[in-house]
């Protein structure tokens, strides 16, 4: 017996005569909240149960009184037999499971592992509900996968099938998007709620089954519904290649993930509400907190109007081996901000960036955004102490106000071994002030270990204006060019680009015709839905200048790009002239520092619609988002799968939507 079934089973008995009614029909479920009993219902029942006696005859026999008796008595025994007997029977169903930290081995990759396996279906089920839990000692409300934070780990080999069998029981609609991977084939699959798919409504079940072809490395998952991913609905996924060793330029022992990231102490969703409000200006929410593998330790007596208890709350322990490397691959699943990582007395090898394996290079301090992912090789340091600090420090100068609750620094334990009992290390910090600007990582000089010449010029070339402007009411929302996203939830652009082109509506197949390239117009609306039309292959270039005092990580879903170029204020004319392509660096998540420039290529041969877009949650919910249709020829043939189609019809898939500009109409604030 695990400690969740002996934790259910202490708890059983006072519930076992509530599940035995359950069963007999006497509670009865109330269809808009799931799992929650209606008093009025029950209560309605027991009325009916009193007239009807009252409108029995009088008259009765004896052996029917005699039968009523002998029938109730046995019914009580039976039932203090089976509570005997079976006292475990519904114990799943009436006691969710309790929440609770992810254990640090969780995230120890297998080190058995068969890198030439043949391909194989990996499956999962998860099961997401509402819990409160304290990852750094005070109690917030969140939204887990299995009643753990964070997610669980996925792990497979560059040609499995992945299947992850959703079960939605929580209040709000949901969905899985699984950052960086390709799709090729599976549009329909990368999750993102409005583009690709409705989400899964509260109640609902949904399958995502899609393979993992042309890429391995580090990648992970995390809701797409709102800004829902920052309430705990993130994990990491991890694709092996079968060359894993020869595009590994470091040899390591072991190999774990290292999960960084922001922490809220409200719910992202009304967090939301007060960013988007008139008068706010794009002050987006600065967090309370920060976790690493979900974990921090928090003084209670700084935080003292929160609900917080430290008992049992630890920072991150990583216990590594004084006799091998060790591959930390470090991804930021935060909402907002930038973290700048080290480990005391350490410098350490840069060896991936977003699913590219690079050339080592070393350094000491990390720059991550959000999104991002790093892999690095921590080498024992010769005179080993056996204890150092990991510091994953935000960087609060791009932060729009002070947060009196804030502690901008968590940590970790790296633990080679330690004296006695002591897990409290002595070590020194590196002396260099901390970065006062937000701005991506230096990767100038990374190289991929796979040499990919990039394409000598673009077909097209895409000019985003990234900004922030204050509208009606004095509303600020994100924009790139004139258009602010907005998501229809009820009718994804896949959904509605398939059934124009089956149906052969002429706004549809005009469009594939006259204007193979260039903003589709005709079918969608520029002002809320900017899409990016290409028919056949093309290389398009996107230039994104940034009209914002802040940072922009942009992340292009189904593709890696080059990163070409990037500056700050305006791009110098003869910028194409001097670029180097002969083997810049691929991924899929970039930044534009504040008042910068950032210029990036690829080549748009993956069939599908995609979405492009900052990775700032609250940025991308502001509007600062675009599609990217990309062989639009290809989708014109495609037919959607039913259960995909299914989730528009379900009820309740606008729980948990963003706030559309309407709602403030006329709230002018005094």
């Known amino acids: 017996m695990d ?7 202490s708890r059983g008995a006072e519930h076992r005569g509530e599940d035995e009614e359950e069963r007999l029909g006497l509670l009865r479920e109330d269809e808009e909240e799931l799992g929650r009993f ?8 027991e009325e009916e149960a009193k007239s009807a006696q009252h409108h029995q005859p009088r008259k009765k026999s004896s052996w029917l009184r005699i039968l009523v008796v002998s029938l109730l008595v046995a019914w009580t025994i039976g039932f203090i037999l089976h509570s005997l007997l079976a006292p475990r029977e519904h114990e799943g169903a009436s006691n969710p499971p309790i929440a609770q930290l992810r254990p640090e081995e969780d995230y120890i990759l297998d080190p058995e592992w068969d890198f030439e396996a043949k391909p194989t279906t990996r499956e999962y089920s998860w099961t997401i509900t509402e819990h409160d839990l304290n990852p750094d000692g005070v109690y917030r409300p969140m939204v887990l996968i299995n009643a753990m934070f964070p997610g669980p780990l996925i792990e497979c080999n560059e ?4 299947v992850v069998h959703v079960h939605n029981r929580a209040s709000n609609a949901t969905s899985i998007h699984w950052h960086g991977l390709f799709q090729n084939g599976t549009n329909w699959m990368d999750g993102t709620v409005g583009i690709t798919q409705c989400p899964i409504a509260p109640g609902d079940e949904f399958t995502y089954r899609f393979k993992v072809e042309g890429q391995s490395g580090t990648y992970w998952y995390h809701s797409h519904m709102g800004v829902q991913a920052s309430d705990g609905l993130v994990g990491p996924l991890i694709i092996h290649s079968k060359d894993e060793e020869k595009l590994q330029k470091v040899p390591y022992g072991e190999d774990r993930v290292v999960l960084v990231s922001d922490h809220y102490y409200d719910l992202s969703s009304s967090l939301l509400m007060e960013y988007l409000a008139p008068g706010r200006e794009n002050s987006e929410p600065v967090p309370s907190s920060a976790v690493i593998n979900g974990r921090n330790t928090r003084d209670c007596s700084t935080v003292p109007n929160r609900n917080c208890t430290p008992t049992n709350i630890t920072n991150a322990l990583f216990d590594l081996s004084s006799d091998h490397n060790t591959r930390l691959r470090i991804v930021n699943v935060g909402a ?21 394996d690079v050339w080592p290079q070393s350094i000491h301090r990390l720059n991550i955004n959000p999104a991002q992912r790093y892999s690095i090789i921590l080498t024992p340091p010769a005179e080993n102490k056996g204890l150092y600090w990991m510091r994953a420090r935000m960087v609060t100068h791009c932060f729009a106000y002070e947060n009196p609750e804030l502690k901008e620094e968590v940590r970790g334990v790296i633990r080679y071994w330690a004296p006695g009992t002591s897990i409290t290390p002595q070590s020194l910090d590196w002396p260099e002030i901390i970065e006062v600007e937000c701005r991506d990582l230096n990767t100038s000089a990374l190289s991929p270990v796979q040499s990919i010449r990039a394409p000598e010029k673009a077909d ?19 924009f790139l060019n004139d258009s602010s996203y907005r998501a229809p939830v009820a009718s994804p652009s896949l959904n509605r680009l398939i059934e124009g082109y089956t149906a052969k509506t002429d706004k549809y197949i005009d469009s594939l015709h006259p204007i193979p390239f260039g903003v589709n117009s005709a079918v969608f609306d520029p002002a809320r839905e900017l899409v990016y039309q290409t028919t056949g292959l093309r290389v398009l270039d996107i230039l994104i200048q ?4 802040g940072n922009h990580p942009f992340h292009l879903h189904g593709y890696k790009f080059f990163v070409l170029a990037s500056g700050h204020g305006y791009p110098p004319p003869d910028l194409h002239s001097t670029l180097d392509l002969a083997n810049p660096l691929r991924r899929d998540t970039a930044s534009v520092g504040a008042f910068g420039w950032t210029l990036v290529r690829f080549v748009a041969d993956n069939p599908g619609i995609w979405s492009f877009h900052c990775h700032i949650s609250w940025h991308s919910e502001a509007g600062l988002l675009m599609q990217f249709l990309t062989r639009a020829d290809e989708v014109a043939t495609w037919a959607l799968p039913k259960d995909v189609e299914g989730l528009c019809a379900r009820k309740g898939i606008e729980r948990g939507v963003g706030p559309d500009d309407e709602i403030w109409v006329g709230s002018w604030d005094d």
């Open 3 to 9: 400690r969740h079934q002996e934790i259910r089973s």
């Open 336 to 356: 907002f901000a930038e973290f700048q990582i080290q480990i005391d007395e350490h410098e350490f090898l840069l060896t991936e960036v977003d699913g590219t």
């Open 460 to 478: 097209d070339q895409i000019y985003l204006r990234s900004s922030f402007q204050i509208g009606d009411w004095r509303l600020s929302r994100g």
């Open 159 to 162: 040609g499995d099938e992945i």
């Open 38 to 45: 209606s008093d009025v219902e029950e209560l309605d029942w």
């Open 546 to 549: 940034n009209f914002d005092d």
